[in-house]
């Protein structure tokens, strides 16, 4: 599956941000989806996953809260609202998937397919 991620930015703290992922192929439904984060200088890092058919969800605790996975199996396309945003989200995006569930434990060495990046910055 290919992943085309877009929706980053720059916003002021305490903004939103919606990023979208849009997936290739007819398989959409049958992968777990989610979103990972590096920031300048930092290692990738979980950030939100959601199962095949929106049924749970998963959240790193630094977003908990204020960050909300969705997606459209219809559309083939998974998305990431990010409310009150902080400066340290600052960081690119990227959009994951992987055929098993790993819930917030999902790792890097655990994702099947990457999309590639969109940068998201948060100005203080």
């Known amino acids: 599956v290919q992943l085309q991620a877009s929706g980053g930015g720059l916003v002021q703290a305490g903004g939103s941000l919606r990023l979208s992922c849009a997936a290739s192929?007819?398989?959409?439904?049958?992968?777990?989806m989610g979103w990972f984060r590096q920031a300048p200088g930092k290692e990738r890092e979980f950030v939100a996953t959601i199962a095949w058919s929106d049924s749970s969800a998963g959240y790193a605790d630094s977003v908990k809260g204020r960050f909300t996975i969705t997606r459209d199996n219809a559309k083939n396309t998974v998305y990431l609202q990010m409310n009150s945003l902080k400066p340290e989200d600052t960081a690119v995006y990227y959009c994951?998937?992987?055929?098993?569930?790993?819930?917030?434990?999902?790792?890097?060495?655990?994702?099947?397919?990457w999309g590639q990046g969109t940068q998201v910055t948060v100005s203080s």
């Open positions: 994951a998937a992987a055929i098993l569930w790993y819930g917030t434990k999902w790792s890097d060495e655990k994702v099947d397919y």
């Open positions: 192929g007819r398989t959409f439904s049958s992968y777990v």
